[in-house]
């Protein structure tokens, strides 16, 4: 199993990123995926999910409107839409999936 993601980086505040999870070594459309976040001294976070048909997808209440999840099976990709970044979303970003973790992505957003 592997799980890599992409697409971190430094954004102002208000803009936007779009995370990638590419994975492999399983079934990927019939495994829900995840993606997690952990600031720098605080708990991993669920951030949203998706079930492997994408049929059924759950963001977490404090970021609904402004973070989407979706997923591409034939290109065994989830992503993650971030908008109207704030500071607070400054944190390692995970793809997780079959009980393993990806190597996560650093999002950094500031002025």
């Known amino acids: 199993v592997q799980l890599v993601e992409s697409g971190g980086g430094l954004v102002q505040p208000g803009g936007s990123l779009r995370l990638s999870c590419a994975a492999s070594g399983f079934t990927f459309s019939s495994e829900r995926m995840s993606w997690y976040r952990q600031a720098s001294g605080k708990e991993r976070e669920l951030v949203a999910r998706?079930?492997?048909?994408?049929?059924?997808?759950y963001v977490t209440d404090s970021l609904k409107g402004r973070f989407t999840i979706s997923r591409d099976n034939a290109k065994n990709t989830v992503y993650l839409q971030m908008n109207s970044l704030k500071p607070e979303d400054t944190a390692a970003y995970y793809c997780?999936?079959?009980?393993?973790w990806g190597q996560g992505t650093q999002v950094s957003v500031s002025s």
């Open positions: 997780f999936a079959v009980n393993k």
């Open positions: 998706i079930t492997g048909s994408g049929d059924s997808a």
